[in-house]
């Protein structure tokens, strides 16, 4: 089992009660950033305890589907109950890992789902900060989008401004409780795509961005600049 998958399994329990009320501003931004319509396929890579669930599977609508893949079964497992609750039935849950399968297999993963290998909108809600080998997971999100596509990513960073004081204090405990690094240049990664919309919250210390596919625009050649 990895680390990450490791630290969830140990804080799913208290998961919701932290990361929800903390969160709930920058949630509903990332919400109106996906501008989702009826009929829309949206995969959320990470979905955890599924706390954006619901408010997707309500705009899209019974002819709409949601995927959540999380490889964390404890977290799922509430996801699965929180889906119960609120009566999702366009929602599935996938245990697994995204960079796992192969491309062609995850692709059948999804069509599997929601009826498409090219979702709509792809969601990454505090996934990048701690997932290990995040430009890959990006690179494959991107792989799957469907062309004209958003990619919507809201995540923590350290705090900007005058709040930046507070950094050397809030640096390390958000990686100690999120077991992640919240210093990865995941915002300039973003930003350099042509279309990226970004917006921040909590003293800068989360962003929304929002990015879009033009055409079938490949990402590591075309665009970013990874070493
Ligand atoms: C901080 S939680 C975020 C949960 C949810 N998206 C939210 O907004 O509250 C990150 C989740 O990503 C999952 N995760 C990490 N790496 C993953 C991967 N490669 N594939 C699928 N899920 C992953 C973890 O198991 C964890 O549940």
Redesign the pocket.
């Known amino acids: 089992m990895s680390a990450?998958?490791r630290w969830?399994a140990r804080i799913a329990p208290i998961y919701d009660l932290v990361?929800r009320p903390l969160y709930a501003g920058p949630r509903r931004a990332a919400l109106r950033a996906m501008d989702l319509q009826v009929g829309h396929k949206v995969l959320?890579?990470?979905?955890?305890?599924g706390?954006?669930l619901p408010m997707m599977s309500a705009a899209v609508g019974t002819r709409g589907r949601v995927l959540g893949?999380?490889?964390?079964t404890e977290?799922l497992d509430r996801a699965e109950a929180r889906l119960d609750r609120f009566d999702c039935d366009n929602v599935a849950l996938y245990n697994g890992?995204?960079?796992a399968p192969p491309l062609a297999a995850l692709k059948g993963i999804l069509r599997k789902h929601m009826d498409t290998a090219h979702p709509d909108v792809i969601l990454c809600?505090?996934?990048f900060a701690?997932?290990p080998g995040y430009k890959e997971?990006f690179e494959r999100a991107w792989q799957v989008l469907r062309p004209g596509g958003h990619f919507v990513m809201v995540d923590t960073q350290p705090f900007q401004g005058a709040w930046r004081l507070l950094n050397p204090l809030a640096v390390p405990i958000a990686n100690w409780s999120?077991g992640g690094n919240v210093r990865r240049p995941t915002l300039e990664l973003l930003s350099s795509l042509p279309l990226t919309e970004i917006e921040t919250h909590l003293g800068g210390s989360v962003f929304v961005a929002r990015t879009r596919k033009l055409g079938n625009m490949r990402l590591l050649d075309d665009y970013l600049p990874f070493s």
């Not at 959320?44 to 305890?49: A, K, N, R, S, Y």
């Not at 893949?69 to 964390?72: A, G, L, R, S």
Request: hydrophobic residues 35%; contains cysteine.
């Open positions: 990450t998958r969830y990361c959320e890579i990470g979905c955890g305890t706390l954006n893949i999380d490889t964390t977290m890992d995204i960079m809600s505090y996934l701690i997932a997971l999120g």
